[in-house]
C-alpha cells in the first residue's frame, strides 16, 4: 500500500513538473527572452530609483497636480495605439514620444521616468484583465520598456541642457516659439526614446528565434515610420502648448485623437495595399509546370504574404494518401538549399495537437488552414503555422482565401499537365508498338 501510495505521489509530482516546465516554456521559449525580461525590469527599477534618489538629494519636489497631469498624459498616449503584427508577435505602436515630451514640460527630469512608469501600468493594465501568464509578462516587459526609454530622453535632454550650459534639472524644460533651438533638446529625446523602446520590441520579437534581430527592427520601424514622423511634430505642438497653458491640453486631446484615428487607418490602408501587391506577385510565381514547383512557389509566396513561422501544402491523392511539403520562412528567407522538406505523413488539422505537429517536423503547432478546392475536386490544404496564437486581420483573411484558390488551381493545372503528359506518352508508345 505504501508503494502504491509512493508511487501515485511520483506520478503526481512529475505532472505537476512537466505542467511547471510547460508554463515556464510558454512564458520564456527560449533563454534569450527569459534574461533580457530580467535584465530590463532591472534596468527599468534601477532608473527611477536612482532619479527618484536624485530628487530626493538635490531637493527638487514636483506638484501633485503637475505629475497627475504627466501621468495622463502618457496614459493617454499609450491607449491611443496601433497593434502591428510581426510573425506570431505583436508589436504596440502608440504615441508614446508624444507623452515623453509631455512629461518633460511637466515635471523636473528626475520625476519624469516615474511619471511614465506610472502612466505605463495604467495605460496597459486594461490587457491584464483575463490575461494568461504570457500576456502579463509582455505586459511587465512592455512597461518596463517604456520606462527605459523614458530616462533615456530625460538623459538626452539633461545633456543637452549641459551643454547649452543650463543644467539647471529643478525645472521642467520649456521651449520658445521664438527660439527654435529650444525646440532641439525635446525632438533628441522624442528620438532617444524611439530608438529605445523600438530596439527593446524588436528585441523581445527576435528572442525566440536565431539572427533576426536587424530584420524585425527594421518590420518594426517601417510599421511606425509614419506615425513617428506625426509623433514628432505633435510632440512639439504639445510642448508648445504646454508653455502657454497646462490647461488648453484638455481641449487638444479630441484633436489628437482624430488624429490618432486617421493615422491608424492610413496605416491599415498601406498595409492592405502591401498585402494586394505581394499577393499578385505570389499569384504570379505559381505558374509552374510541376506540383512540386507549385507546393515551393506556394510556400514562398505564403511566407511573403502572411509572415508565418512556418508553411505547409498538404496533397490529397485520390487513393487516400496525402503528402505535404514543409518549410520554415527563416530557411527560404536565407534560400536554404533543403529549405523545403517532403513529408509523407503530415499531421491533420483536425486533431492538431503539439504532439501531432512535432511529429512531422513542424515547431509551429498553432495553424491556419484553408482547403485546397477546383470545383467537387479536393486538392488539399494550404498551412500557416505560428508559434502563437495569431488572428488574421481581415485583409489578410480574404487575401489568404484568393491565394489558396490560386494555389489549388495551379496545383490543378499542374495535375492536369502530368495526366496530359502520361497519356501523350502512352500513345507514342501505341502507335510505335502496332
Known amino acids: 500500500m505504501a508503494g502504491s501510495i509512493g508511487g501515485v505521489g511520483r506520478g503526481r509530482a512529475a505532472a505537476s513538473r512537466s505542467g511547471t516546465d510547460g508554463r515556464i516554456l510558454r512564458v520564456f521559449p527560449t533563454a534569450r527572452r527569459c534574461v533580457?525580461?530580467?535584465?530590463?525590469?532591472a534596468a527599468a527599477v534601477a532608473a527611477v530609483?536612482?532619479?527618484?534618489?536624485?530628487?530626493?538629494?538635490?531637493?527638487?519636489?514636483?506638484g501633485y497636480r503637475e505629475l497627475l497631469v504627466a501621468v495622463t498624459a502618457f496614459m493617454a498616449a499609450q491607449l491611443a495605439r496601433v497593434k502591428h503584427r510581426v510573425g506570431s508577435d505583436v508589436v504596440m505602436l502608440g504615441w508614446g514620444e508624444v507623452g515623453v515630451v509631455a512629461a518633460l514640460c511637466l515635471v523636473p527630469a528626475p520625476w519624469v521616468p516615474v511619471a511614465v512608469a506610472a502612466g505605463g501600468v495604467l495605460g496597459h493594465a486594461g490587457r491584464l484583465v483575463g490575461a494568461d501568464a504570457a500576456t502579463r509578462t509582455r505586459v511587465v516587459y512592455g512597461v518596463s520598456a517604456l520606462t527605459a526609454g523614458g530616462a533615456v530622453a530625460t538623459v538626452v535632454v539633461a545633456v543637452a541642457?549641459?551643454?547649452?550650459?543650463?543644467?539647471?534639472?529643478?525645472?521642467?524644460?520649456s521651449v520658445d516659439i521664438e527660439r527654435p533651438a529650444t525646440f532641439v533638446p525635446l525632438l533628441l529625446a522624442s528620438l532617444g526614446y524611439f530608438v529605445v523602446t523600438s530596439l527593446l520590441a524588436s528585441a523581445w520579437v527576435a528572442s525566440t528565434t536565431r539572427g533576426e534581430f536587424g530584420s524585425v527592427w527594421l518590420r518594426v520601424a517601417r510599421g511606425k515610420r509614419v506615425m513617428l514622423a506625426g509623433n514628432v511634430a505633435v510632440g512639439l505642438a504639445v510642448a508648445f502648448v504646454i508653455g502657454v497653458n497646462a490647461i488648453w491640453l484638455?481641449?487638444?486631446?479630441?484633436?489628437?485623437?482624430?488624429?490618432h484615428l486617421?493615422?491608424?487607418?492610413?496605416?491599415?490602408?498601406?498595409?492592405?495595399?502591401?498585402?494586394?501587391?505581394?499577393?499578385?506577385?505570389?499569384?504570379?510565381g505559381l505558374n509552374q509546370l510541376d506540383e512540386g514547383g507549385v507546393a515551393k512557389a506556394a510556400l514562398r509566396g505564403a511566407a511573403q504574404l502572411f509572415e508565418p513561422d512556418e508553411v505547409e501544402v498538404v496533397l490529397h491523392r485520390p487513393s487516400g494518401r496525402r503528402?505535404?511539403?514543409?518549410?520554415?520562412?527563416k530557411d527560404l528567407s536565407q534560400e536554404t538549399p533543403d529549405a523545403v522538406r517532403a513529408i509523407d505523413t503530415p499531421w491533420d488539422t483536425g486533431t492538431t495537437t503539439a504532439a501531432a505537429a512535432a511529429a512531422s517536423g513542424a515547431r509551429?503547432?498553432?495553424?491556419?488552414?484553408?482547403?485546397?478546392?477546383?470545383?467537387?475536386?479536393?486538392?488539399?490544404?494550404?498551412?500557416?503555422?505560428?508559434?502563437?496564437?495569431?488572428?488574421?486581420?481581415?485583409?489578410?483573411?480574404?487575401?489568404?482565401s484568393t491565394f489558396a484558390d490560386a494555389v489549388a488551381s495551379a496545383l490543378h493545372d499542374a495535375a492536369t499537365h502530368r495526366q496530359l503528359q502520361a497519356m501523350t506518352a502512352r500513345s507514342a508508345y501505341d502507335a510505335v508498338t502496332r
Open 49 to 62: 530609483v536612482s532619479y527618484l534618489t536624485v530628487a530626493g538629494r538635490s531637493g527638487i519636489a514636483v
Open 36 to 41: 533580457l525580461f530580467y535584465l530590463v525590469i
Open 161 to 173: 541642457a549641459v551643454v547649452a550650459g543650463a543644467a539647471d534639472t529643478a525645472e521642467p524644460v
Open 364 to 400: 509551429a503547432p498553432h495553424a491556419a488552414v484553408r482547403r485546397l478546392v477546383v470545383g467537387d475536386v479536393d486538392i488539399g490544404e494550404l498551412r500557416l503555422r505560428f508559434r502563437r496564437q495569431v488572428a488574421l486581420g481581415t485583409s489578410e483573411q480574404h487575401a489568404f
Open 250 to 259: 484638455a481641449p487638444l486631446a479630441p484633436v489628437l485623437w482624430v488624429l
Open 323 to 329: 503528402r505535404g511539403y514543409l518549410a520554415r520562412v
Open 262 to 284: 486617421g493615422y491608424a487607418h492610413q496605416m491599415r490602408s498601406a498595409q492592405e495595399r502591401d498585402t494586394w501587391v505581394a499577393l499578385a506577385e505570389a499569384t504570379r
